[in-house]
Nanobody, 122 residues
Framework: QVQLVESGGGLVQAGGSLRLSCVASGRIFIMHAMGWFRQAPGKEREFVAAIDWSHTTIEYADSVKGRFTISRDNTKNTLYLQMNNLAPEDTAVYHC???????????????RGQGTLVTVSS
């Protein structure tokens, strides 16, 4: 059974940092892109960042560019999201997802995690 399990969320003050992890089990995501999505209370889920298997294609939402860094360790089947200079508007449940190809679209991804909550206080 394929599972994506996120961790690393929590409560942090504005300006602080968190590092999210997403561990994939059940298969090796060769040639799969992996990405992060978030959903704030009362809002639609939005794309945050994605990275392909070879680390060649890396994408960020404009709202997180310069603050968040996505990375992956293929030997550990793990995806990361380093989040710096967090703001209250970053408060959301963060999900990881995987999809064959160079990018990830939530609605097209066959593999999705349950999410980890990030709360940023002002």
């Amino acid at each position: 059974q394929v599972q994506l399990v996120e961790s690393g969320g929590g409560l942090v003050q504005a300006g602080g940092s968190l590092r999210l992890s997403c561990v994939a089990s059940g298969r090796i995501f060769i040639m799969h892109a992996m990405g992060w999505f978030r959903q704030a209370p009362g809002k639609e889920r939005e794309f945050v960042a994605a990275i392909d298997w070879s680390h060649t294609t890396i994408e960020y939402a404009d709202s997180v560019k310069g603050r968040f860094t996505i990375s992956r360790d293929n030997t550990k089947n793990t995806l990361y999201l380093q989040m710096n200079n967090l703001a209250p508007e970053d408060t959301a449940v963060y999900h990881c997802a995987a999809q064959r190809g160079v990018t990830v679209k939530w609605n097209e991804s066959p593999y999705r995690g349950q999410g980890t909550l990030v709360t940023v206080s002002s």
